[in-house]
């Protein structure tokens, strides 16, 4: 190693040295701005700058603009570690207390010795072409988790084919409900892996990019109550806190966000089984539904009297949604075919009712109906995730419809239901986000340029029929203009920020989700809120 390399790095050291050693500023109103530069004294854009709250461990992130300067909104009382930080670049950290003074809190930035080691599976696939291993490769092995350098790096260097083995030994160790297909075949993907993956091939692969001007956010991000929980599924309640599911932990929580607060609530009659609490939907009157799918269950909760009443179905449901009526409908997600269940709010019976099927055969595994939604029209609609479907039943005539997606194992996810009828529907597979108009029963496509966002779930803000995506894989939210058709990309402070929901406030369009990486990495509920 040469005497410049050994000096570059002592000046970055010095640089962040010397910024961490100032004293503590004092910022005036909670508000603290400042500048982020290179050591040459040139601006730097796109630079995500977080003040993690002491107390409560509430961080919150803006991005610096183009002339390099950021301004952190009103801030509540209290000490502040201030961190200025990208993939590209070494981070810098300031002590901020907030309270009478006004605060000038300025940031330069040496370039990082490694800038893939927090890029997005998104920036490792950027160079891998799409076609059907990509896609196979991305449904089967990204499901839960994302594909970046502590999975490509072992040891220090690219993961050889025996490791990329081990690798596919142990995540199929894991796979309790066979999700993985048999013609899932570990000894071609390890051999495609090690090309993808080598040392020349990672050399070419490009930094991850600085948040575009146009992307304008504040990004709140909450820690969860249990550091090893997966907060899977969430949803703005009727009291304007953040409900979620606490998976493992049979739980449901309400997050204040003023204070970061939760309150906890019990839903499960067995304390011995992890209950993987998943779905959710408020119902008019206030009570809350959600499934448990590890006990097979469905329970109606009470925040009021905090009392839930459970009812067995006898299948893992994946998703839940409410028709005019207030049944409660589920899908079969680990079920042989297609089929979707019917629970009365009533009387709490059960009833089954098949969907047209794809007729995958036993090779490729089972057809993972996954998002589920009910339009105005009483008309469900749900997604084959493997089986690389639309299906549609309506509610009143028990009339079914099966429609192929466009592109083969795009990888249909979540969905949602736009103002206009329309169904927007998550495509993980390819990066792409699909739109399918009920009248005319035609499919239009939007890419959003990256062929690995995994994007999981979509949400349509229901002020503005604007669209808003989970890209799990690049750790990202993107909006989607109803009208422009035009993307802007919100890169998220944490990697990774692997989502698997979202919510939106609609009385102001906040978009929440939380971060739900599996195996746990970095658990935590965040929100968005657009800045002009």
């Known amino acids: ?79 502040y570690t201030l961190r200025a930080h990208h993939a590209r670049l070494a981070e810098a950290t300031r002590q901020v207390e907030v309270a009478n003074a006004a605060a000038q809190a300025d940031f330069a930035l040496a370039p990082t010795d490694d800038p893939l080691r927090h890029a997005s599976t998104a920036t490792w696939f950027a160079q891998v072409a799409d076609g059907a291993e990509k896609r196979e490769f991305i449904l089967n092995c990204a499901s839960c988790h994302e594909i970046a350098s502590s999975r490509v790096i072992k040891n220090g260097a ?55 001007p146009a992307a304008k956010a504040e990004i709140t991000e909450y820690p969860v109550p249990i550091a090893s929980e997966l907060p899977h599924d969430l949803v703005v309640g009727p009291d304007a806190r953040i409900w979620v599911t606490a998976f493992w932990n049979s739980r449901m929580w309400a997050l204040d966000p003023a204070t970061g607060q939760y309150d906890t609530y019990e839903v499960s009659d067995k304390p011995d089984v992890a209950a993987q609490v998943r779905a959710l939907e408020f119902a008019a009157d206030g009570t809350l539904w959600l499934v448990n799918g590890g006990t097979e269950a469905v329970v109606r909760l009470d925040p009021r009297t905090r009392r839930y009443t459970t009812y067995p179905v006898g299948i893992y449901p994946h998703d839940i949604a409410q028709d005019s009526h207030g049944d ?56 084959q995730l493997a089986a690389n479907t639309l299906a549609r039943y309506d509610i009143a005539s028990g009339a079914s419809k099966l429609y192929a997606m466009p592109g083969d194992n795009v990888g249909p996810r979540r969905m949602a239901v736009a103002p206009d009828g329309r169904i927007w529907i998550a495509e993980f597979n390819t990066g792409r986000v699909t739109s399918f108009d009920p009248a005319s029963e035609k499919f239009e496509s939007f890419d959003t340029g990256l062929g690995a966002a995994g994007i999981y779930d979509v949400e349509v803000d229901p002020r503005n029929g604007d669209v808003w995506l989970a890209a ?20 998220l402070p944490t990697e990774p920020a692997y989502m698997r929901h979202l919510a939106i406030d609609a009385k102001n369009g906040d978009v929440w989700s939380a971060y739900s990486s599996l195996p746990t990495a970095v658990p935590k509920v965040v929100r968005l809120r657009r800045l002009p």
């Open 1 to 79: 190693m040469g005497s410049e390399e050994h000096g570059a790095r002592r000046s970055r050291r010095a640089w962040a040295w010397l910024l961490a050693a100032v004293a503590p500023l004092a910022g005036a109103d909670g508000v603290v701005t400042g500048t982020v530069r290179d050591a040459a004294g040139k601006a730097l854009g796109g630079v995500f700058v977080t003040a993690r709250h002491a107390a409560s461990g509430i961080e919150t992130t803006v991005y610096s603009n183009a002339t390099g300067e950021y301004a952190l909104p009103s801030l509540p009382t209290g000490a």
């Open 472 to 491: 799990a894989l690049a750790s990202e939210l993107i909006h989607l203009d109803a009208k422009t058709k035009k993307f802007t990309r919100y890169p």
């Open 158 to 212: 690219p993961r050889t084919r025996e490791q990329w083995l081990e690798a596919f030994a142990l995540m199929k160790s894991f796979d309790k409900y066979a999700v993985i297909p048999p013609d899932f075949d570990a000894g071609h993907y390890a051999d495609w892996l090690t090309t993808q993956f080598n040392a020349a091939s990672i050399a070419k692969l490009a930094p991850p990019a600085f948040a575009a």
């Open 328 to 383: 409660v409908w589920l899908n079969d997600y680990f079920g042989k075919t297609e089929g979707i269940a019917r629970l009365g709010a009533a009387d709490g019976k059960l009833t089954r009712f098949p969907l047209p099927s794809a007729k995958l055969p036993p090779s490729a595994g089972i057809p993972l109906p996954y998002g589920m939604q009910i339009d105005a029209k009483d008309r469900l609609w749900s997604a």
